[in-house]
């Protein structure tokens, strides 16, 4: 029986060491991912994103002051951009003026009424007076009228009494007249301003209006930070004549981000909401790990809501494999010792240990809606300017 060369049994000795490794390797390999690979889904398809506030004039006007340069960080009414206000003042000026007039047009309205009443009162009284005195002067001429015959009453007696007679009819007959005038008169009146204050009336109502328009768009020449954050691009320059709905910057709330991670159709099967994510961004490495959870999964891949969606169902349809995003809420501390920016990129590791969670949010009203209260006071500035012009000229 031949013996195996030295050189052989070193190199089959080496081949079933080489065999072993690859065999241990692939059962330490396989007890990893039953163990903790399974139980988590990674994408390096990740970006930070965040609100980003497009601020917009609500009057059209020249920039004469500008407060603020890019990457400047401001203050919710913080002054950003001032336009010029002349003619939203000669506007409010003459608002102003009008509102004066019609209050005291609409408050000669009640005085009238008054001034009315008493003369439709001192109308009545006279002509009650005036059908008193007519029914003595027709009393005085049928008590002569028979007497002209025996001769104890003169005929110019007789005339002297039918002429006060005529007298007095004439003059209940203008009475009556002139309370008929008065009392439409007062009706008309009444009408215009029964069951209303003169600050309710609907004239003052409408000049009221105008004054709180003109306020408004004087107040609007200045354009205030709706919220905190830093500037991100400023479009404006001095000078420039801006309109309605112009963009002049954005601001972005950096301590308001979060991350939207891209994760292929299959890697979503076990995703759920409020799962724990760990994070790392490319700016500062492995060194710093953030901490997070699925706040949300997308309704729709990205191809679904392009500019210009796919044709799929043209002749030459090629199978790509999309991704959802995936919304991952930051923790607000982790952000702040170490800030981010919108647009970087992170990878994003997904605990699926608890699938407990909802794979769609059932919550009909947003947990946190954005809400700013710096246009709030402009309006009830305004309210205060009406109602010291109304008192003023009441």
Do not use: C
């Not at 913080?78 to 209050?103: F, K, M, P």
């Not at 007696?157 to 003059?171: F, I, K, N, P």
């Amino acid at each position: 029986m031949s013996e195996i060369p030295p050189a052989q049994e070193q190199r089959k000795k080496w081949l079933l060491i080489l065999a072993g490794l690859f065999a241990v390797s692939g059962i330490v390999y396989t007890l990893y991912w039953y163990l903790h690979s399974r139980h988590y889904e990674y994408s390096d398809d990740a970006y930070v994103t965040g609100d980003i506030v497009q601020l917009t004039p609500q009057v059209a006007g020249t920039a004469v002051a500008i407060a603020v340069n890019e990457t400047d960080f401001v203050r919710a009414g913080e002054v950003l951009v001032t336009l010029d206000s002349s003619n939203a003042r000669v506007a409010l000026q003459e608002a102003e003026a009008q509102l004066a007039q019609t209050v005291r047009e609409v408050h000669t309205l009640y005085t009238a009424n008054a001034d009315l009443t008493a003369k439709l009162t001192q109308h009545r009284a006279e002509l009650d007076q005036a059908r008193v005195d007519l029914d003595n002067a027709n009393k005085d001429f049928l008590r002569r009228q028979p007497l002209v015959a025996t001769g104890a009453v003169s005929q110019e007696d007789l005339q002297h009494a039918q002429t006060v007679l005529s007298v007095a009819e004439s003059h209940v007959m203008a009475l009556t007249a002139a309370v008929q005038a008065a009392l439409q008169q007062l009706s008309g009146n009444q009408a215009l301003t029964d069951g209303l204050s003169v600050r309710n009336h609907p004239r003052v109502l409408a000049a009221a209006a105008r004054v709180k328009l003109a306020y408004l768009d004087l107040h609007r020449s200045e354009i205030v930070a709706p919220l905190d954050g830093y500037v991100g691009r400023r479009a404006v320059q001095l000078g420039q004549r801006v309109a309605i709905g112009m963009p002049m910057m954005t601001i972005i709330p950096l301590r308001q981000i979060w991350v939207e991670a891209n994760y292929k159709e299959a890697q979503l099967r076990r995703i759920r909401i409020g799962q724990p994510v760990a994070l790392n961004a490319d700016i500062y490495g492995t060194r710093v790990d953030y901490h997070g959870h699925v706040a949300g999964i997308g309704s729709g891949t990205g191809a679904a809501f392009a500019l210009l969606p796919a044709q799929n169902a043209t002749g030459n349809w090629i199978k790509v494999v999309q991704r959802v995003p995936v919304r991952i809420a930051l923790d607000a501390g982790e952000v702040a010792a170490h800030p981010l920016r919108v647009g970087m990129s992170m990878e994003a590791t997904v605990d699926l240990s608890d699938t407990n969670g909802a794979v769609l949010s059932d919550v009909s009203t947003p947990r946190n809606a954005s809400h700013t209260q710096v246009y709030s006071g402009a309006e009830h500035a305004a309210d205060s300017l009406v109602d010291k012009i109304i008192r003023s000229n009441s």
